[in-house]
C-alpha cells in the first residue's frame, strides 16, 4: 500500500510548493523508493488548456495527452516519472465529472453535494493508480483560506482518516518574512496559517518555512511550540542558486529525515545525491558561456516559457557551459521599436518558440530570416517552425504570399488546421469552430527521420517519439518548393502526411520540430536538440 504525503501551502501563494514536492520526491527515489507526484488545482477550469500563458504559465503536456499545470514539469524534471493524466485534477474536471453522473443518473435520484460526491471524487483520484509506488506525493494547488481549495481539504482531512496514521503526512509550507525595520524574521505569519489549517482538521506533521535569512534556532523552536511540531520538523528553505540545488539544501536541512520519521520509519542510509551534486558542479563551474536570444510573443512572463528556459539550462549542463537566456518581444521588431540586427546580433544563436495567434509572428519571420542569412544557429519550436517554413517560402522558394490559415484567409496556405491524423485509438477529426479545449494534437506521437540527416545524426536515430500541442501543421503539399528553396523536411510522421522536422543542410545549424522537445528535457538526461543547440552556438561564440 503506497503512503501519502499531502503539500499544502500558507500565507502567501507562490512560494514553490511544486519545486518542494519534486525534490523531496527526488530525495525519497535517491533513497531507493518509488514515487509519484500528483497536483490538484483549485480552479474550475477542467484544465489549464484555454488558459492565456500570462494567466496561469505554460501549459505543460504529457504523452497521454493531458494538458496539465506546470509543476508537472517540475516533478518530471527531478524525478524521471513520465506525468500522467491522472496525476492533475482541477475542480472544474470534478465537478464536470459529478455533473456528467447525475445527468445519467447514477446517483439513483440522491441529492448531490459536496460532501460526500465531491470529497469521494477527490479521494478516488488520489488513490487511483498508486498500486505500483510508494509514496505519493499530492500538492494542493493556492492556499489555506481559499474559498475554492476547501473542497480539497476537506478530502485529505478524510484520506487521513481512511489511510491510517502512519501511511499519510501533512507537509505545510509558510513563509517567515524578514521585517527590515525591525531587523527580524517574524514567526507569526507561519503560526495564524497553521491555526487556520487545523481549523479544518489538519494538524501538519512537517512545516517548511521559506525565508530569505537564516532561520535562528530560538525561532525555530518557538514556530515548533506554537505550531505543535517537533523541532526538527521545522525545516528553514532559503532561496537556492539553481532550482537544481533545492534537493541538496533540503536534505541538508533534514526534510527527508523530518517526513519519513513523520511516517515512523528509521531513515536508514543516506540519499545517494551523486547526480545532483555534478549537475551543480557543472553550473556552479562552467567552461564558457552563450547567448541565447528567444523571439516570443509572452516575453513579459517567464513562467510562461518554463519548461523551455529549463532545457536551455540542460543544454548548458550537457556542454558545461553557463546559458545567458535574452528574451526579445517579437512584437518589437514589427513596430519598428528595435533594430533587428542591433538586437540579434550579440546573440550566439537564435530560438523562435510555440504559441498561438498572428501578434508577433512577422518579428519571428524576420528573426528567422536574419539567423538564415547570417550563418547563426536557429531553432524553431512549434509555432516557430511553422514560421521557418513561411519565411523558406516567401523568400528561398518564390512564394511571396506564403501565410497559415491561423491568421486567415490566405492564397499561399504554407500552414493550415490541422483536420485529421492517427492516434492509438484510431482517426482523430477536428472542425474549424469547434470547442477549443482539449482538441488540438496532443501528446506523444512518432516520427521517421531521413537516415542522412542533420536531426538523425543528432538523436543517434532514425524512430522517435514526441510530445505535441498544436492545430495547425506545414502544409505537406509545399514540400516541393519548400525543399528546391533549401528547407529540407528530414522527420515526417509514420504515415508520411505530416512534417514533423526541417532543417537546412546548408546551414552551420538550423532545425525547426512541430513538437515540444522541451518537455522531455531534464538535468541529468538532456535533451539531445536542446545540447546539439547549446553545443552550436558555443561553436558560433568562438567566431564571433
Given at each position: 500500500?503506497a ?5 499544502t501551502?500558507?500565507v502567501v501563494?507562490?512560494?514553490?510548493k511544486?519545486l518542494m514536492?519534486?525534490?523531496l520526491a527526488?530525495?525519497?527515489q535517491?533513497?531507493g523508493?518509488r514515487?509519484?507526484i500528483?497536483?490538484f488545482?483549485p480552479?474550475?477550469n ?10 496561469h504559465?505554460e501549459?505543460y503536456?504529457?504523452?497521454d495527452g493531458?494538458?496539465t499545470?506546470?509543476?508537472l514539469g517540475h516533478?518530471e524534471?527531478?524525478t524521471g516519472v513520465?506525468?500522467?493524466?491522472s496525476?492533475n485534477?482541477?475542480?472544474?474536471r ?5 455533473i456528467?453522473k ?7 435520484g440522491?441529492?448531490v453535494?459536496v460532501i460526500p460526491?465531491?470529497?469521494?471524487a ?12 510508494d509514496?505519493?506525493l499530492?500538492?494542493i494547488g493556492g ?10 481539504m476537506?478530502?485529505i482531512?478524510?484520506?487521513?482518516n481512511d489511510l ?5 503526512v501533512?507537509v505545510h ?14 514567526t507569526?505569519?507561519?503560526?495564524h496559517?497553521?491555526r487556520d489549517?487545523?481549523s479544518?482538521g489538519i494538524?501538519?506533521?512537517?512545516l517548511?518555512?521559506r525565508?530569505e535569512?537564516p532561520?535562528p534556532e530560538?525561532e525555530r523552536?518557538?514556530i515548533?511550540l506554537f ?16 532550482i537544481?540545488?533545492v534537493?541538496?539544501?533540503?536534505h541538508?536541512?533534514?526534510l527527508?529525515n523530518?517526513?519519513l520519521?513523520?511516517?515512523g ?9 551523486g547526480r545532483?551534486?555534478d ?5 556552479g563551474?562552467p ?5 541565447i536570444?528567444?523571439?516570443g ?7 510562461a516559457?518554463?519548461?523551455l ?6 543544454g548548458?549542463?550537457a ?11 517579437a512584437?518589437?521588431?514589427?513596430k519598428?521599436?528595435?533594430d533587428?540586427a ?12 510555440g ?13 528567422v530570416k536574419?539567423?538564415?542569412?547570417r ?6 519550436i ?10 523558406g517560402?516567401r ?5 511571396a504570399?506564403a501565410s497559415t490559415?491561423e491568421?486567415?484567409p490566405?492564397e ?5 488546421l ?6 492509438a485509438?484510431?482517426?482523430?477529426k477536428?472542425e474549424e469552430?469547434g470547442?477549443?479545449?482539449?482538441t488540438?494534437?496532443l501528446?506523444a506521437?512518432p ?9 538523425a545524426s543528432?538523436?543517434?536515430a ?8 498544436h492545430?495547425?501543421e506545414?502544409n505537406?503539399?509545399y514540400?516541393d ?10 522527420g515526417?510522421s509514420?504515415?508520411g502526411?505530416?512534417?514533423?522536422i526541417v532543417e537546412?543542410?546548408d546551414h552551420?545549424?538550423?532545425?525547426g ?7 522531455k528535457?531534464k538535468?541529468?538526461d ?9 553545443e552550436a552556438a558555443?561553436?558560433q561564440?568562438r567566431?564571433v
Amino acid at each position: 500500500m503506497a503512503r501519502f504525503i499531502f503539500i499544502t501551502g500558507g500565507v502567501v501563494s507562490s512560494l514553490g510548493k511544486g519545486l518542494m514536492a519534486a525534490s523531496l520526491a527526488a530525495l525519497l527515489q535517491a533513497r531507493g523508493y518509488r514515487v509519484r507526484i500528483r497536483k490538484f488545482d483549485p480552479y474550475l477550469n477542467v484544465d489549464p488548456g484555454t488558459m492565456s500563458p500570462y494567466q496561469h504559465g505554460e501549459v505543460y503536456v504529457t504523452d497521454d495527452g493531458a494538458e496539465t499545470d506546470l509543476d508537472l514539469g517540475h516533478y518530471e524534471r527531478f524525478t524521471g516519472v513520465p506525468g500522467r493524466q491522472s496525476d492533475n485534477v482541477t475542480s472544474g474536471r470534478i465537478y464536470q465529472t459529478i455533473i456528467q453522473k447525475e445527468r445519467r443518473g447514477d446517483y439513483l435520484g440522491a441529492t448531490v453535494q459536496v460532501i460526500p460526491h465531491v470529497t469521494d471524487a477527490i479521494k478516488e483520484f488520489a488513490r487511483n493508480e498508486t498500486d505500483d509506488v510508494d509514496f505519493v506525493l499530492c500538492e494542493i494547488g493556492g492556499t489555506v483560506g481559499d474559498i475554492e481549495s476547501l473542497p480539497f481539504m476537506e478530502a485529505i482531512r478524510q484520506l487521513r482518516n481512511d489511510l491510517g496514521r502512519n501511511n499519510s503526512v501533512f507537509v505545510h509550507v509558510t513563509l517567515v518574512p524578514y521585517i527590515a525595520a525591525a531587523g527580524e524574521l517574524k514567526t507569526k505569519p507561519t503560526q495564524h496559517s497553521v491555526r487556520d489549517l487545523t481549523s479544518l482538521g489538519i494538524q501538519p506533521d512537517v512545516l517548511v518555512c521559506r525565508c530569505e535569512r537564516p532561520l535562528p534556532e530560538s525561532e525555530r523552536a518557538k514556530i515548533a511550540l506554537f505550531c505543535n511540531v517537533p523541532k526538527e520538523a521545522v525545516i528553514p528553505a532559503l532561496d537556492a542558486s539553481s532550482i537544481y540545488g533545492v534537493p541538496l539544501q533540503y536534505h541538508a536541512e533534514g526534510l527527508d529525515n523530518a517526513v519519513l520519521s513523520a511516517f515512523g520509519m528509521d531513515a536508514g542510509a543516506a540519499p545517494e545525491l551523486g547526480r545532483w551534486d555534478d549537475i551543480m558542479d557543472r553550473l556552479g563551474n562552467p567552461e564558457g558561456e552563450v547567448t541565447i536570444g528567444v523571439v516570443g510573443k509572452y516575453v513579459g512572463l517567464a513562467d510562461a516559457y518554463k519548461s523551455l528556459n529549463e532545457a536551455l539550462v540542460h543544454g548548458g549542463i550537457a556542454n558545461r557551459v553557463k546559458v545567458n537566456v535574452r528574451w526579445i518581444d517579437a512584437e518589437l521588431f514589427e513596430k519598428g521599436e528595435a533594430d533587428i540586427a542591433a538586437q540579434l546580433e550579440p546573440m550566439h544563436a537564435i530560438l523562435v518558440p510555440g504559441g498561438f495567434g498572428e501578434r508577433g509572428s512577422e518579428g519571428k519571420i524576420a528573426s528567422v530570416k536574419f539567423a538564415r542569412e547570417r550563418g547563426v544557429p536557429f531553432f524553431g519550436i512549434c509555432l516557430g517552425m511553422q514560421m521557418a517554413c513561411i519565411e523558406g517560402a516567401r523568400n528561398t522558394a518564390g512564394i511571396a504570399d506564403a501565410s497559415t490559415t491561423e491568421f486567415g484567409p490566405t492564397e499561399e496556405p504554407v500552414v493550415g488546421l490541422i483536420t485529421e491524423w492517427m492516434t492509438a485509438e484510431g482517426l482523430q477529426k477536428r472542425e474549424e469552430g469547434g470547442d477549443l479545449g482539449g482538441t488540438m494534437r496532443l501528446g506523444a506521437y512518432p516520427a521517421k527521420l531521413t537516415g542522412n540527416s542533420h536531426v538523425a545524426s543528432i538523436y543517434g536515430a532514425t524512430d522517435i517519439s514526441e510530445r505535441h500541442r498544436h492545430r495547425y501543421e506545414v502544409n505537406v503539399h509545399y514540400r516541393d518548393p519548400l525543399e528546391k528553396g533549401g528547407l529540407v523536411f528530414s522527420g515526417m510522421s509514420p504515415d508520411g502526411t505530416l512534417p514533423e522536422i526541417v532543417e537546412r543542410p546548408d546551414h552551420p545549424w538550423f532545425v525547426g520540430v512541430q513538437f515540444h522537445p522541451e518537455l522531455k528535457s531534464k538535468p541529468f538526461d538532456p535533451h539531445p536538440l536542446f545540447a546539439s543547440f547549446i553545443e552550436a552556438a558555443l561553436k558560433q561564440s568562438r567566431l564571433v
